[in-house]
């Protein structure tokens, strides 16, 4: 009725380091946690009013590791004067859940992170000092556009939303239009276009870029006034700082000897930098 341990007996190898043949005369709320005493408690005097409790986790303390979780019940066996407490060992299920939480963890912590990257980037993308379009791949319908592009078109997101692209160009730019984005669409490359554009048919210089999106291939769609176009290799860049702002990844400027000269707000962002001159 006290819960005095008489006698012991294990086959698990883990009972072993808790030294249980040293248990013999002791109680077994004595042997386990402190938080784990109330349980053994509620156990044996469950027992003394059934042949066979309900079971009940507690845990063994060790000198050197984790605590060891085990699952006891007690039950009365006919001619036997005491009772029998049993136990199974626990760990290893308490090994896969620690393992589960730890996975869990990770996934939030993955999730937080990208999270974080899609609000920058949509920072960045609403505030960008040029027109920024996102076509479906497959169709070259717009499936995004940030303020400037909207205002070059003349329309509202959920009007321009759906529309094909090309439309909005020149008639006689059109069809040149469609090849550029096609070949970057299919070829997986970045490729330019100049050409009139929106409803005042501004000059403008298109840059073009795939990229993947739920195993679907994309374009970002980049468009520069003709006084502040950017060609591809590097031939020519004016307005160099807002095109950096306008890219919707970090991006860092260096000279010829290495020395960084400018950064744009996404680096400044990963980098948990206020100002470009930190």
């Known amino acids: 009725d006290a ?4 006698d012991t007996a294990c086959q698990d190898e883990s009972f072993m380091d808790l030294q249980i043949r040293n248990w013999e005369g002791k109680s077994l709320k004595d042997v386990v946690t402190r938080e784990s005493v109330p349980k053994i408690a509620a156990l044996i005097e469950e027992s003394q009013r059934k042949r066979v409790t309900r079971t009940r986790q507690v845990n063994h303390a060790r000198d050197e590791d984790m605590d060891l ?7 009365s066996i006919a001619g036997l004067a005491g009772k029998v ?19 869990q963890l990770e996934l939030e912590k993955d999730y937080r992170a990208l999270k974080d990257s899609e609000l920058r980037f949509r920072a960045i993308f609403q ?8 076509l479906s791949g497959a169709d070259l319908r717009v499936l995004h556009a940030n303020p400037e592009g909207c205002d070059l078109v003349g329309k509202t997101l959920e009007k321009f939303t759906g529309d094909t692209f090309i439309n909005h160009a020149a008639k006689d730019h059109r069809s040149a239009l469609q090849d550029e984005l096609k070949k970057s669409a299919l070829g997986g490359v970045t490729r330019s276009f100049k050409g009139l554009l929106g409803t005042s048919a501004t000059e403008a210089t298109m840059v073009i870029k795939p990229y993947r999106e739920d195993s679907k291939i994309n374009l970002i769609v980049h468009v520069l006034d003709g006084d502040d176009a950017l060609l591809l290799g590097g031939a ?6 807002q095109w950096y702002e306008a890219f919707p990844e970090a991006l860092v400027m260096v000279d010829a000897n290495g020395v960084i000269t400018n950064v744009n707000e996404r680096f400044l962002d990963i980098a948990q930098l206020v100002t470009a001159q930190q």
């Open 3 to 6: 819960g005095t341990i008489l």
């Open 69 to 75: 979780p085990v699952e006891y019940r007690i039950f």
């Open 85 to 103: 407490a049993q136990g199974t060992n626990l760990s290893a299920a308490a090994n896969v859940q620690q393992k589960l939480i730890t996975a």
């Open 127 to 134: 505030k960008s000092v040029y027109p920024i379009f996102i």
């Open 236 to 241: 020519r860049h004016i307005d160099r700082d």
